[in-house]
């Protein structure tokens, strides 16, 4: 799936352009020229047309959460599925190292059985480290890094790391905007109206963000 920030809907445009309107009717005349009762009504007309825009605007970002969110998960299983092969393919290699072997291991049942985002995020920072001693230890086998499934192993996990972040970045830049829309007015109003909540960021530890899993030798 190809994520793009660069179209997120935001709350000051959609307010912009609903201001822009009035203002423009207001120094056109339009009000002047009309009843005062078609005056309310063209008001009560621009309000709800603003009240339905902003609720689109919040299902709009709220359903792109939830997307990137399940796109997320997906790419986790990968990850989780494709951790027991790397794990037999280096123990061929180097058995004696049975603790890391081991941390891998605990790691990625953590990860799988994690509930909610935030001990989600601590678990695949765990993972991560784990998996990292992983490749550490095949730089002292030159054979294990030869190995055809070995590598394409890595190249796997390389490309499934890429699109955790990608999806993460792109689940967390929605909910940004739909947190920004509920807390701001006018936009709480219309969240108060119809009880949307903030959602909760997905949060990588800094390192684990900027260094992913390295499979580079």
């Known amino acids: 799936m190809c994520y793009n920030d660069g179209v997120t809907i935001t709350y000051s445009k ?13 120094l056109s005349g ?6 005062w009762e078609f005056n309310i009504l063209a008001i009560g007309l621009l309000v709800v047309l603003w009240a339905v825009s902003m609720y689109n605007g919040f299902i709009h970002l709220i359903n792109r959460a939830k997307e990137a969110l399940a796109d997320i998960d997906v790419q986790l299983k990968r990850r989780y599925d494709l951790i027991p ?4 393919t280096v123990k061929g290699y180097a058995t004696h190292e049975a603790s890391a072997f081991e941390n891998v291991t605990k790691a990625r049942a953590l ?17 991560a480290g784990a ?13 294990l890094k030869a190995n055809q499934n070995f590598l394409e ?16 970045r792109f689940y967390n830049t929605n909910v940004r905007d739909l947190n920004i829309g509920i807390e701001s007015f006018p936009g709480n109003v219309v969240a108060s109206m119809f009880k949307f909540s903030k959602m909760e960021f997905f949060e990588l530890e800094e390192a684990a963000a900027k260094n992913p899993v390295e499979v580079k030798f």
């Open 153 to 168: 192993l890595q190249k796997e996990l390389s490309d499934t790391e890429n699109k955790i972040q990608a999806a993460r």
């Open 85 to 88: 092969n790397l794990v037999n």
């Open 111 to 127: 990860a799988m059985g994690a509930q909610g985002l935030e001990e989600k995020g601590k678990a695949e920072n765990m993972l």
């Open 30 to 35: 339009f009000f002047d020229v009309i009843p």
């Open 131 to 143: 998996l990292k001693s992983i490749f550490a230890i095949a730089e002292a086998y030159p054979d």
């Open 14 to 26: 959609m307010n912009i352009f609903f201001i822009v309107i009035a203002v423009f009717l207001v």
